[in-house]
């Protein structure tokens, strides 16, 4: 990498006397204006307006709200929710990725896991929770399960059925990246397989292992349309609550109570995903 | 009328907005009166809400764009009265006293009474007690949630009633919803028209000209509305103060408003929504009584929620509603 780096530069000057160059940042902007209509842009009104009251004053009491009740239940059902359902997904995407690294690297079956994970990790929302109320709920074709309406444990079945496929995808390039001569260079020094995994295989892996956690987690806190198409009546998590401070049509909406309830979990993206490019850094050092 | 129309013409067209196609009969009412007067309708954003109405004559307002007559649901109505022009169609006396302004700002449409629609596996319902009955295992859900949807709080507000309460308290109506959720019977799903097809939300607590089996595409469908438990829920109409066709807002009123048999009352009664002048037309005879007779029979008298029961309704439901349900 470095030494072609080197040529690179040294030859462009040349090149760049020759033919008229736009400058480097254009080719960024197209990105950079959608970056900051689509996520910027919405992200500062969101945070400028729940520091106001509806009125348009300065307002610092609503900051409180989502420790107290009944906010707080939303944040802790969110955050119980992402938990259960990035921990079973991490572990169960683990343990299939490994599997699935294991075998033939050019096989069908490989090939084929890798094409599911790649549309299940996609399949979510409405079509997702339909699927299962109509093979499990309460009139369900299948069985009729009477914990699919117990909060957390119904709807984490159905947010962990996104989940493993999404750990494959991200986790399986670092199983990859474990070099066969580790392996061998542990066994020809006489190390058990247990030996191999405390001592080499898992401080090699958990960084990734966790970052693709908190990956999990962030992707299992931004999940709306699922939940409102499993459990219409309750707000449990805090996407929830949104939706409903925002379109109330019978008199109840309050917009500022959405805006305070977004910059908190804005406040939750923004620390699972600093731990994430952390660990990731971690990983990269590594796994190459 | 006949000024009107030539003024109308001269305009050549009329801007609608949030009029599905497929909503009390909508798309036909759009394509008659396109025919009998030559006048293009542009139909915006035929799935927006009433907010949404109210927020295009705002956004709009001063362009060719913007919309001329407005569907509007009441309580957005009652609040935004400042944008709308008066005007009194020529059927104006056949329109009951409770259910226009004075002014003529507003003048309600078309609606309906609250219903219970069933799958006719259960057999025949004839009240809500029925409802809390072993068979009925999961089956029963709402049109949304009631601190969110308006058909939803009026489906709490006729369990209310049906269980002795009144217009202002909903607070029987919870318990029993509350009632329902412990017997397993009350299914939290939002009912929608494919769940009814695919058989989750068998018992939907909706508006009749929802639940009618026409509607709702499922043949074996059928629909009560409780007798003592009438609770109505009516649109509006309105004209945009500032019209960019004043004269073909006014003239699609008329038309909206006509008893004729091809007019906007009977096209609106062959869509399953109760036109608000069908006491009126079944008196003259004017009404399609063909049409009339495939709507749920009525028993009592009709009740309509004032804003301020409505507000006192949805207070109650924030403070009360999940708990009773979880």
């Known amino acids: ?288 | 009328m006949a000024k009107l129309v030539a003024a109308a013409k001269k305009e050549g067209t009329l801007n609608v907005i949030a009029l599905p196609p497929t909503w009390a009969n909508y798309g036909t009412i759009i394509s008659t009166f396109e025919k009998k007067y030559g006048i293009k309708v542009n139909s915006a954003n035929p799935d927006g809400s009433s907010q949404d109405e109210v927020n295009a004559v705002k956004q709009e307002n001063g362009t060719a764009a913007a919309p001329d007559v407005l569907d509007i649901g009441m309580a957005v109505a009652l609040v935004n009265t400042n944008l709308f022009a008066p005007y009194k169609v020529s059927t104006w006396s056949d329109i009951p006293t409770a259910q226009k302004s004075s002014a003529g700002l507003w003048y309600q449409d078309y609606g309906g009474y609250m219903s219970v629609g069933y799958s006719a596996k259960f057999g025949t319902i004839t009240s809500m007690s029925q409802l809390l009955g072993p068979k009925f295992k999961g089956a029963v859900a709402l049109n949304g949630n009631p601190t969110e949807a308006n058909a939803a709080l009026n489906g709490v507000m006729m369990a209310s009633l049906a269980n002795g309460g009144s217009a202002s308290s909903i607070a029987k109506g919870v318990s029993f919803f509350s009632e329902l959720k412990s017997k397993g019977n009350f299914d939290s799903v939002q009912a929608t028209g494919a769940t009814i097809k695919a058989g989750t939300t068998p018992v939907v607590l909706n508006w009749d000209y929802l639940n009618l089996p026409s509607y709702v595409g499922v043949s074996n469908w059928k629909v009560f509305i409780p007798s003592g438990a009438v609770l109505g829920g009516y649109y509006a109409q309105a004209i945009n103060k500032n019209a960019p066709h004043p004269a073909a807002a006014r003239l699609w009123e008329e038309f909206l408003y006509s008893q004729a048999a091809s007019g906007g009352q009977n096209l609106w009664l062959a869509g399953g929504a109760r036109p608000v002048e069908q006491q009126a037309m079944t008196s003259n005879g004017t009404i399609n009584s063909a049409d009339a007779s495939k709507l749920p029979a009525v028993s009592g008298t009709p009740v309509f929620l004032s804003q301020s029961q409505a507000t006192n309704a949805a207070n109650y439901l924030a403070a009360n509603w999940a708990k009773a349900v979880s």
């Open chain 1, 1 to 288: 990498m470095a030494a072609t780096t080197a040529s690179d530069t040294g030859a462009r000057p040349v090149r760049a006397g020759r033919r008229p160059r736009l400058p480097a940042w254009l080719g960024t902007t197209p990105f950079l204006v959608y970056i900051g209509i689509f996520l910027l842009l919405p992200t500062g009104i969101v945070v400028v307006n729940a520091f106001r009251s509806p009125s348009g004053a300065l307002n610092l009491s609503s900051l409180t709200t989502p420790f107290e009740s009944p906010d707080r239940s939303y944040f802790t059902g969110s955050l119980e929710l992402c938990l259960i359902s990035s921990v079973f997904g991490a572990v169960l995407g683990a343990i299939l990725a490994y599997a699935i690294a294991s075998g033939d690297p050019d096989g069908t079956v490989r090939r084929l896991y890798i094409a599911v994970s790649g549309v299940l990790a996609q399949f979510g929302g409405v079509t997702l929770a339909f699927a299962f109320v109509v093979l499990i709920g309460p009139v369900g074709l299948l069985i009729h399960a009477s914990w699919f309406y117990t909060f957390p444990w119904g709807i984490a079945v159905i947010y962990t059925y996104f989940q493993v496929p999404l750990m494959v995808l991200v986790f399986l390039p670092a199983i990859d990246g474990l070099k066969a001569q580790w392996r061998e260079a542990s066994d020809s020094l006489g190390a058990s397989s247990w030996q191999y995994w405390r001592y080499v295989g898992a401080p090699l892996l958990a960084p990734a292992f966790f970052g693709a956690a908190l990956l999990l987690f962030a992707n299992a806190l931004s999940a709306f349309a699922t939940i409102v198409a499993w459990e219409n009546q309750i707000a449990y998590i805090v996407p929830q609550q949104i939706y409903l401070a925002i379109n109330s049509e019978v008199g109840l909406s309050n917009v500022n109570q959405a805006d305070v309830l977004a910059l908190g979990m804005i406040v939750m993206v923004a620390i699972i995903m600093t731990g994430y490019a952390f660990l990731q850094r971690r990983a990269a050092r590594w796994l190459r």
